[in-house]
């Protein structure tokens, strides 16, 4: 494969990964702040399945010892560990793998997955609340 096709293959698979990232912090906020707010959308069962499914294989994958399968796709694609990447894209890699132990990967993820279980308990999916009053004018 030419190399500037496996560097623009590399590119999409960085920014999907970012996508995903995106996704599973968007959620971890997004429920209880929508749950708060009365948001139907945080209890639309396929979302939350499907960014609990995101954050176990993140942190099944951490407990493996394995880097995220994304990571290596991009990194098999550039032909790692000779790294020649756009600008841009070393920020964003830079930003996004840090220099730290997998342990503390394997803790984070592990913490981060049990947040998005005991979400799931506290505001189940499908189950939407009774509407509030609106707040008295003042």
Known sequence: MPAHTAVALAALVLLFHVGVILFNLFGMVAV???????WRFVRVRW?????????????????LGRACFLTLWQDALLGMPARTTPLVMGWIDRLL???????????????VFLYVLLLWRLVPPGVTPAPRAPAPRI
């Open 97 to 111: 793998f840090w220099p730290l132990p997998m342990w503390f990967f394997a803790a984070l993820y592990v913490a």
């Open 32 to 38: 209880p702040l929508g749950h708060w707010r009365g």
């Open 47 to 63: 979302w939350r399945a499907l960014h609990v499914a995101a954050l176990a294989a993140v942190a099944g994958q951490a407990l």
